[in-house]
């Protein structure tokens, strides 16, 4: 009974085998000359023979006799009078329908009915041919049946196992580590990516070598007969000329307690230190008395901050590129009762225009071409229950700043588009390395935004305000650099020291940091010298060298031109040369150019 012409979301059994199934109908029909259909349980011909061929891909409706079977079972015989049986009395091609006889048998896989095969007659010497040899059609019909559920067992098996070790092989070749598997004679049977990388060689040029090849120390003798992990086991490698450290962990494979071979995973001792490094730097915990600084300026900066942590009051921090503005911020959001809610940062002058807006307050769907389907929530959302950070304030545009006073004042968001206000529970704290007071005589920024913002102010000192932390900076980021880089340097000459003390600083502590990392790649003693200083540094400490004869003490400003001074000489004076003037003192161009102009210097110094 066909009823319509949908396909089910889903592939079949049968239909995922179509090619192999249309192969038995093929066979059964040359056998024993009888039209065949093989029909899945979505009432889908999947497979036929004769009329049955043309109609591979019709479904059939739900009062098919393969429905009748895939819902109760068992064998089915239509013999005399077929049209006037019941499972017939609905069928809509009742009318035209030629059939005199038909076996179906049940096609089953793990318990489950899949589909059915069946054999029709249409005169009648079909159908007396077939009623005469009804039990033996039926029971080739049932074993084509098991034949047929058997292979597509198997290729279901396959089609498991290929998957398994697909995704096996994808997580394998995922792990950061170097993984090297060997058999019981130590041969290499597999090497992941990782490996590959590290080794700087193929699967298939390391694959039947034996694992002395690659490293010669390893006892592979003594580990299998042992039958016990290794761990954090040191191991060499040469590669070309280049010696390489690894830290390894051997682990036995074993079937039946017996040990067939071994996986080796290790890792660059280099790497490790970096990431130690990386560790130490980025998940350290943010919090006050972790910020470096025993100044006195520093030390009662902290303590202010430490009061106003718990309150949710808003704050503004000012200071110059590079002082630490978002390390303060961090740190007073985990010393605060919302510690365990985000902590959002967004750079207001990092952001287009264009796309400021949407990335602070969010959008609704269909708000702009492009929105994303459902919308998206902004920063302020997505900072619900902790902190977000407002850096370079200064920057936002005057129509924005209209819509953040809103925000501290009712509390709550309008999405672009949106109909609806968006509480949010927030704490706002902002920063800045530009005098807001004068943008506001500009009409550059709002007061009325200001006086919001500046609820508690704080002012961090740039580092040439407080020498008296830079030793323990140097220190600090020595030891953190000697870690990364795996070095050992011990300390800084009198003289080195002398000039970091001289330098400005214009780019802080950023600047400072960049300069100890600077020394230590290119130094090739335990001792930080002179040589290991830019010339940046080198040459401002020779322009200033009264400084270290007592003569009288430059100005701030004085300290800040001559190094700028000196970075126009170096770079000179075209747009890319002052971009790369502003990276070298570790400040951003916008600074570089407001200093330069605070300064009143002429751009154009000759080199």
């Known amino acids: 009974m066909r009823e319509n012409l949908y396909s089910p979301l889903f592939a079949s ?40 061929k043309s109609e591979i891909g019709i479904v059939y409706g739900k009062g098919s006799i393969t429905k009748y079977i895939v819902d109760n079972g068992g064998y089915f015989v239509l013999d005399d009078e077929p049209l006037k049986h019941s499972i017939c009395k609905d069928c809509q091609q009742k009318i035209i329908c030629k059939l005199k006889a038909a076996i179906l048998s049940p096609i089953i896989l793990n318990g489950n009915i899949i589909g059915t095969i069946s054999i029709f007659a249409f005169d009648e010497v079909e159908k007396h041919e077939l009623l005469a040899n009804r039990d033996k059609l039926q029971d080739f019909l049932m074993k084509i049946a098991a034949l047929t559920s058997s292979k597509i067992g198997e290729n279901q098996m396959h089609g498991r196992l ?60 003594k580990v299998l007969s042992f039958g016990q992990q290794y761990a954090e086991q040191e191991i060499k490698y040469k590669n070309k000329e280049e010696l390489c450290l690894f830290i390894s962990t051997i682990t036995p494979i074993k079937t039946d307690q017996e040990i067939i071979g071994l996986v080796i995973s290790f890792r660059s001792i280099r790497e490790l230190r970096k990431l130690a490094g990386r560790l130490i730097r980025e998940d350290r915990k943010y919090t006050l008395d972790g910020i470096l600084g025993t100044s006195k300026a520093m030390t009662m900066l902290k303590q202010k901050m430490q009061l106003v942590a718990a309150t949710d009051s808003t704050i503004l921090i000012t200071g110059e590129s590079g002082t630490g503005k978002e390390l303060f911020a961090r740190a007073i959001h985990e010393e605060s009762h919302r510690k365990n809610g985000p902590f959002i940062a967004i750079n207001c002058g990092a952001i287009p225009e264009a796309l400021l807006e949407s990335e602070l307050f969010g959008y609704e769907e269909g708000a702009f071409t492009g929105a994303s389907r459902g919308g998206k929530p902004g920063k302020f959302e997505q900072a619900d229950g902790g902190t977000i950070f ?98 050992q340097i011990t300390s800084f000459t009198q003289e080195v020291q002398k000039k970091m003390l001289v330098y400005p600083w214009l780019g802080n502590v950023r600047e400072l940091e960049n300069a ?92």
């Open 516 to 607: 100890v990392e600077y020394a230590v790649n290119i130094v090739t003693k335990n001792v930080i010298d002179c040589t290991c200083l830019s010339s940046r540094v080198n040459d401002y400490y020779e322009q200033n060298a009264s400084l270290s004869t007592g003569d009288v003490q430059p100005t701030l400003a004085e300290l800040e031109k001559n190094a700028i001074v000196a970075t126009l000489k170096r770079f000179g004076s075209s747009g890319q040369a002052k971009e790369k003037a502003a990276d070298s003192l570790g400040i951003s161009r916008s600074t570089f150019y407001r200093k330069v102009k605070d300064l009143g210097l002429d751009i154009k110094i000759p080199k």
């Open 390 to 487: 407002l850096d370079e304030i200064g920057d936002m545009p005057m129509h924005l700043q209209v819509k953040l006073l809103r925000v501290l004042q009712e509390v709550r968001i309008d999405r672009i588009g949106g109909v609806k206000p968006v509480w949010v529970d927030v704490r706002i704290i902002a920063a800045t390395n530009r005098n807001l007071e004068e943008m506001i005589s500009e009409k550059l920024f709002r007061s009325d935004l200001f006086y919001r913002l500046s609820v508690i102010p704080f002012y961090i000192p740039p580092l040439r305000e407080r020498k008296e932390d830079l030793m323990l900076l140097l220190y600090h980021f020595l030891d953190k650099y000697n870690l990364i880089l795996g070095k």
């Open 13 to 52: 059994e049968l239909e995922s085998n179509q090619s192999y199934v249309q192969q038995i109908a093929d066979v059964i029909s040359a056998v024993i000359e009888f039209e065949v259909a093989i029909i899945d349980d979505n009432l889908k011909v999947i497979a036929g023979t004769g009329k049955y």
């Open 162 to 221: 290929s998957l398994m070790a697909n995704q096996f092989s994808a997580v394998i070749n995922s792990i950061v580590e170097g993984l090297v598997a060997i058999d019981h004679a130590g041969f290499i049977t597999h090497v992941n990516k990782s490996a590959e990388k590290l080794l700087s060689i193929s699967t298939q040029q390391a694959c039947g070598q034996h694992i002395n090849d690659i490293f010669p120390e390893f006892s592979a003798p």
